[in-house]
């Protein structure tokens, strides 16, 4: 466990060894997420899927706990920038909401393991990786959300809602729809989601919170209170 | 790891000693997994929490995933027979589905690890835990909920929905929402989930999907489509 990972690397004289080595290891890390359907898996595993030594984790990323963060920046950051580019978009409350749901739909299909792995990296270690974790990546979606639904309440068209409810409401369907393969499959008979099935996903969360939060709905269902 | 259980569980001689040295075991594991934040307890970690001997797990339960499945059937039993009353019920659709969400909500907000619990099994051995949680905990919701979308639609109420989909967004926003406590508290900065926060979700939620699946929120939305 203290080889010296430098001499391993030394041996690659590829022209961007670095870049190439750390992808390889990252997309091993996380197809292994996908298919064990956890987010805890060892460096040696990593290190066989990948066909790479062990000891170039520690070389690159410190240690498992490092991976998984780089694991996280590589994946999410599209989604990041996007999420930046959304806030700033002159476009109606409903159509930001909408494309920002389906902007997580995006992630959770393709990297269905994040949510448990930030989950995973907390519990391990919250003191290290809760605000890294919150700063990064949690606190921007939140605070989309949160200007998003105060853009709605300013033009009369979305009732008040508060928006760490929404936040985990929102987080918490998308994560559990694409997570849950082995509900999908024992409860429904189904062995993955298609682009069809994501796609009529993205359209069932976004027309039931549009039509749960718009105020023409409130009035609608006052007196069901 | 080969001792005699049998000897163990024969010095005590209390009247009832299997239910009060079982539950003494499963509360041990459930409260465990709270603190931690994840569903992977060791058999030690449980028998020391308990202050009793790790071969009374293998003696009662077999073994570690034993005691897990032990562990789901005592927390959610009340809410399965809760279900199965809702569904025989004479209410209006809305109301059994108000309390439908309040029922899942009281489960999780009590014992926050069941849906993650579920998944380590399924990821541990979906072989055989994935048809024994279907059809114990998974489908009755499932099925319950579909039947309360269908009275909906049959009166007129709801839009169709499909329960798939409206399976995965209920379970998940409940699950995200308590399972999600570092979130809570580097994003939100609170530290856990009171009573009242607890209503808010309830009501928060209901109040979304009873207005995003009624008839009169899809006339309103349709111009948004």
Same mark, same amino acid.
Not at 8 to 37: F, K, S
Not at 175 to 193: A, C, N, P
């Given at each position: 466990?203290?080889?010296?990972?430098?001499? #391993?690397?030394?041996?690659? =004289?590829?022209?961007?060894? &670095?870049? @190439?080595?750390?992808?390889?290891? +990252?997309? %091993?890390?996380?197809?292994?997420?996908?298919?064990?359907?956890?987010?805890?898996?060892?460096?040696?595993?990593?290190?066989?899927?990948?066909?790479?030594?062990?000891?170039?984790?520690?070389?690159?990323?410190?240690?498992?706990?490092?991976?998984?963060?780089?694991?996280?920046?590589?994946?999410?950051?599209?989604?990041?920038?996007?999420?930046?580019?959304?806030?700033?978009?002159?476009?109606?409350?409903?159509?930001?909401?909408?494309?920002?749901?389906?902007?997580?739909?995006?992630?959770?299909?393709?990297?269905?393991? #994040?949510?448990?792995?930030? =989950?995973?990296?907390?519990? &391990?270690? @919250?003191?290290?990786?809760?605000? +890294?974790? %919150?700063?990064?990546?949690?606190?921007?979606?939140?605070?989309?959300?949160?200007?998003?639904?105060?853009?709605?309440?300013?033009?009369?068209?979305?009732?008040?809602?508060?928006?760490?409810?929404?936040?985990?409401?929102?987080?918490?369907?998308?994560?559990?729809?694409?997570?849950?393969?082995?509900?999908?499959?024992?409860?429904?008979?189904?062995?993955?989601?298609?682009?069809?099935?994501?796609?009529?996903?993205?359209?069932?969360?976004?027309?039931?919170?549009?039509?749960?939060?718009?105020?023409?709905?409130?009035?609608?269902?006052?007196?069901?209170?």
């Amino acid at each position: 466990m203290r080889a010296q990972p430098k001499g #391993v690397v030394e041996q690659d =004289h590829c022209a961007t060894p &670095d870049i @190439a080595t750390q992808e390889q290891l +990252l997309n %091993a890390a996380g197809e292994l997420m996908i298919e064990r359907g956890v987010p805890d898996v060892s460096l040696s595993d990593i290190a066989a899927k990948s066909g790479l030594n062990s000891a170039l984790v520690r070389y690159y990323f410190g240690n498992k706990a490092g991976l998984m963060v780089a694991l996280l920046r590589k994946v999410l950051h599209p989604a990041m920038l996007q999420l930046e580019h959304l806030s700033e978009m002159k476009l109606p409350p409903q159509d930001k909401l909408r494309i920002h749901i389906s902007g997580i739909v995006n992630v959770y299909f393709r990297h269905p393991y #994040v949510n448990r792995l930030m =989950h995973q990296l907390l519990s &391990d270690d @919250a003191a290290t990786f809760g605000s +890294l974790i %919150a700063e990064e990546f949690s606190k921007p979606v939140a605070d989309a959300q949160k200007q998003i639904l105060q853009e709605g309440i300013d033009a009369g068209i979305f009732r008040p809602v508060d928006p760490l409810l929404f936040y985990f409401h929102i987080v918490g369907a998308c994560d559990q729809f694409f997570y849950g393969r082995y509900q999908l499959k024992h409860v429904f008979g189904l062995d993955s989601i298609s682009e069809d099935l994501k796609r009529r996903f993205v359209d069932h969360l976004y027309k039931v919170v549009i039509g749960g939060i718009s105020r023409r709905t409130e009035r609608g269902d006052g007196a069901n209170d």
